[in-house]
């Protein structure tokens, strides 16, 4: 009995892998990058709620704006699970994202701990940990499904307070990890960088919502309500203006990275790029009138941060980016599936790996080639110039 029903397993499994395949090559042949956005809980479902602040109405608000500055751009479709106050059950969010064969699915969120002291931004992507920390957050996400009807035969007997029950999905989403790690990695960026919010960095956690949808994925916790200071940035208009810009130019910078208009060829668009930054951890607490971090003006600025004038010279190098990951992998070939001549790069904190170096821009496609069939099916070309990632359109142009 144990034996067929491993053997079921399996099947579900590589039936689902295969659907997933089928419906990311579909989403790439979009006229429109699609991005869902997901606000977080809704109607009977609060959230998290200290001090009068409601994680429902922080993370509709915040998702609606995000929205309206997308929709800006004429080569983005937003698809909401949510414009207002009501219950979308968990399994429901991700089925919307699927049957819209969406690109990107964001999920938008706010934290909230008993002690009341932590604050700061993090962003996750699906994936199992044993960081206690990481899970209580899964945990506190995933609990929602005991406010529906019928979820224990809904969820496949899923418990939420024993993530590891996810365990044989979690393949699922490994196919989108690469482009996942990027989106939660540039928007941390822009939090830390631009919006001067303590860095708590990209994490992995078994998330229900994250582990069912067929496209790129990440889930954003804003900040701490418990921590009444930051609780009235994410409550203040001018906190979610900041909040969502920062989130809608990260979605923009990946689209212009990954997404090419009715082909699955990579190609950059003609628009600027805003260049990634590296992280900077800021860890003095935020001043309270202010609800926002203090800046350490005494800590110098990384060298990586040279004006942008420095990469306007010099050769251009390609790569094919294999992989990201915060675990630092020693560069054998038994750790990248065979791949030699591998590379890596921390300048943000996630770690990326590359294969090949070439100053051909034909050949940096046979490497990818090269990659994918040796199984990273979802890298991709990257350019740089004196060390400087840049856009491949911006190095085709300047060449």
Same mark, same amino acid.
């Given at each position: 009995? /144990? ?52 994680? $429902? ?10 929205? #309206? ?36 699915? +964001? ?5 909230? %701990?008993?002690?009341? /002291? ?33 979820? !224990?035969? #809904? ?42 919010? #303590?860095? @708590? ?55 212009? %990275? ?12 003609? &628009? ?9 951890? !800021?860890? /003095? ?6 609800? $926002?971090?203090? +800046?350490?003006?005494? $800590?110098?600025?990384?060298?990586? &941060? ?6 306007? =010279? ?17 560069? =054998? ?14 300048? =943000? ?7 090949? %170096?070439?100053?051909?821009?034909? @050949? ?9 069939? #040796? ?13 400087? !990632? ?7 142009? !300047?060449?």
């Amino acid at each position: 009995m /144990t034996n067929v029903t491993t053997g079921n397993m399996k099947l579900k499994l590589a039936f689902f892998t295969f659907i997933v395949c089928c419906s990311a090559a579909f989403a790439q042949g979009n006229s429109k990058f699609r991005v869902v956005l997901d606000p977080g809980h809704g109607g009977k479902d609060y959230g998290a709620v200290y001090h009068g602040f409601i994680e $429902k109405n922080i993370a509709l608000s915040v998702a609606l704006k995000v929205g #309206k500055l997308l929709e800006k751009d004429q080569g983005i479709q937003v698809i909401y699970t949510r414009k207002s106050d009501v219950f979308i059950e968990l399994t429901e969010r991700p089925a919307i994202a699927n049957r819209a064969e969406a690109n990107f699915f +964001v999920s938008i969120h706010c934290n909230g %701990e008993v002690k009341k /002291t932590a604050y700061g931004t993090e962003t996750f992507v699906m994936g199992l940990t044993k960081n206690a920390s990481n899970l209580e957050v899964a945990k506190k996400e995933n609990a929602v499904i005991t406010m529906e009807k019928d979820y !224990k035969t #809904k969820y496949e007997g899923f418990d939420p307070n024993r993530p590891e029950t996810m365990i044989g999905l979690q393949l699922q989403q490994e196919a989108f990890i690469d482009q996942s790690i990027d989106m939660a990695s540039k928007i941390q960026t822009v939090f830390t960088e631009d919006l001067e919010r #303590k860095n @708590r960095g990209v994490k992995q956690a078994p998330f229900w919502v994250l582990h069912k949808t067929a496209m790129p994925s990440i889930l954003i916790e804003l900040g701490f309500l418990s921590y009444k200071p930051e609780g009235e940035y994410l409550t203040s208009d001018e906190g979610q203006d900041k909040l969502a810009k920062a989130i809608a130019s990260s979605i923009i910078s990946y689209k212009k %990275e990954h997404f090419v208009p009715g082909t699955q060829e990579y190609r950059e668009p003609a &628009e600027t790029k805003t260049e990634e930054k590296p992280v900077v951890v !800021k860890d /003095t607490k935020p001043k309270t009138e202010a609800a $926002k971090p203090v +800046v350490d003006a005494a $800590k110098p600025k990384p060298a990586a &941060e040279a004006p942008a004038a420095a990469t306007s =010279t010099g050769p251009v190098v390609f790569k094919v980016q294999i992989a990201a990951s915060g675990k630092d992998l020693p560069l =054998t070939p038994s750790n990248f599936n065979g791949l030699s001549n591998i590379s890596k790069s921390a300048e =943000t904190a996630v770690i990326k790996y590359y294969y090949g %170096e070439t100053a051909e821009y034909s @050949r940096s496609k046979e490497l990818l080639e090269e990659a994918k069939a #040796k199984g990273y099916s979802s890298a991709f070309v990257v350019a740089f110039r004196n060390g400087k !990632k840049i856009t491949v359109q911006e190095a085709l142009n !300047k060449r």
